[in-house]
Nanobody
Framework: QVQLVESGGGLVQPGGSLRLSCAASGFTFSRYSMSWYRRAPGKEREWVATISATSGTTNYADSVKGRFTISRDNAENTVYLQMNSLKPEDTAVYYC?????????WGQGTQVTVSP
């Protein structure tokens, strides 16, 4: 079955950096676009970034453009989110996502807290 396991979250000061990882299994990773979403306290889950399956084309939410970079390693079945210049408003639980057979799958999430 599809499994997504996020890691790499933590507490970081404003202006700092974190790198999130999402290890995927249960499907042919290289054939699917992968995305990151986040849910801040008291808010709806929002899309952050997507990377395509083969060309590696990336798209970002305006709120993270220029600061976050999504990448993938198809040999390791892993997608990454490099987050730089972090702001307190980036505080959220970050989730890895795939649409597989028409259904969305999510990992358990990893907490990112940006605070002095």
């Amino acid at each position: 079955q599809v499994q997504l396991v996020e890691s790499g979250g933590g507490l970081v000061q404003p202006g700092g950096s974190l790198r999130l990882s999402c290890a995927a299994s249960g499907f042919t990773f290289s054939r699917y676009s992968m995305s990151w979403y986040r849910r801040a306290p008291g808010k709806e889950r929002e899309w952050v970034a997507t990377i395509s399956a083969t060309s590696g084309t990336t798209n970002y939410a305006d709120s993270v453009k220029g600061r976050f970079t999504i990448s993938r390693d198809n040999a390791e079945n892993t997608v990454y989110l490099q987050m730089n210049s972090l702001k307190p408003e980036d505080t959220a639980v970050y989730y890895c996502n795939i649409f597989y057979s028409g259904l969305p799958y999510w990992g358990q999430g990893t907490q990112v807290t940006v605070s002095p």
